[in-house]
């Protein structure tokens, strides 16, 4: 069956880097884009960007263009995360996810990101 | 950017009977191929969301037939028809149609029983 199983939780300083990973399994990783969400404590759920694992395309949010680099290493069928200039506002759960908008929709477990100093 | 509104905030419901939540779009999200791409999701505590309507009213395999999508243009409803115990956590409404410049997620709404 379809699994996104990520890397574990991570305590970072402001400032740092922090890098989550997603590996997929059971179907071909390079049909489909994967999405990236996170969600702060008591706050809602905030897109990220997405990247087509298909071709290394990728789109961000905004609020985090020169901040965050998303990658896909189509040899591990695993995408990565990277996020930079820490803040303890990135505190938060983060979500990788593969068809999120049609077809069927599936979550990785997340992974919390704990920034303070 | 799209802005998602959802309402209310928190929704108090009791057991058995039906719910609705509401959600608002400050554009219109009927994509140039005719589809709608709003979608719905459940989260409980401690779990990862869990995608329950996409394209408006098309349910993911496996969700119950008491939830319901519907709406057009701009207004969107999310209706539970009779209310279960596992229902009770976090709904967000999310608009696809403006991908991939933007997806965006509403608010969210707390249902409690």
Request: positive net charge; hydrophobic residues 30%; aromatic residues 10%.
């Given at each position: 069956q379809v699994q996104l199983v990520q890397s574990g939780a991570e305590?970072?300083?402001?400032?740092?880097?922090v890098t989550v990973?997603?590996?997929?399994?059971?179907?071909?990783?390079?049909s489909y884009d994967i999405n990236w969400v996170r969600k702060a404590?008591?706050?809602?759920?905030?897109w990220m960007g997405w990247i087509s694992t298909y071709n290394g395309e990728t789109n961000y949010a905004?609020?985090?263009?020169?901040?965050?680099?998303?990658?896909?290493?189509?040899s591990t069928s695993t995408a990565?995360?990277?996020?930079?200039?820490?803040?303890?506002?990135?505190?938060?759960?983060?979500?990788?996810?593969?068809?999120?908008?049609?077809g069927t929709c599936n979550w990785g477990q997340g992974t919390l990101v704990t920034v303070s100093s | 950017d799209v802005v998602?509104?959802?309402?209310?905030?928190?929704?108090?419901?009791?057991l058995g009977q039906p719910a609705s939540i509401s959600?608002?779009?400050?554009?219109?999200?009927?994509?140039?191929?005719?589809?709608?791409?709003?979608?719905?999701?459940?989260?409980?505590?401690?779990q990862s969301p869990r995608r329950l309507i996409y394209k408006l009213s098309v349910r993911d395999s496996g969700v119950p037939d008491r939830f319901s999508g519907s709406g057009s243009g701009t207004d969107f409803t999310l209706k539970i028809s009779r209310v279960e115990a596992e229902?009770?956590?976090?709904?967000?409404?999310?608009?696809?149609?403006?991908?991939?410049?933007?997806l965006t997620f509403g608010g969210g709404t707390k249902v409690e029983i």
């Open positions: 305590v970072k300083k402001p400032g740092d880097s990973s997603c590996k997929a399994s059971g179907y071909s990783f390079t404590p008591g706050q809602g759920l905030e905004q609020k985090f263009q020169g901040r965050v680099t998303m990658t896909a290493d189509t990565f995360l990277e996020m930079r200039s820490l803040r303890s506002d990135d505190t938060a759960v983060y979500y990788c996810v593969r068809g999120l908008i049609s | 998602m509104t959802q309402s209310p905030l928190s929704l108090p419901v009791t959600c608002r779009s400050s554009q219109s999200l009927v994509d140039t191929d005719g589809n709608i791409y709003l979608s719905w999701f459940h989260q409980r505590p401690g229902d009770v956590g976090l709904y967000y409404c999310m608009q696809g149609t403006h991908w991939p410049r933007a």
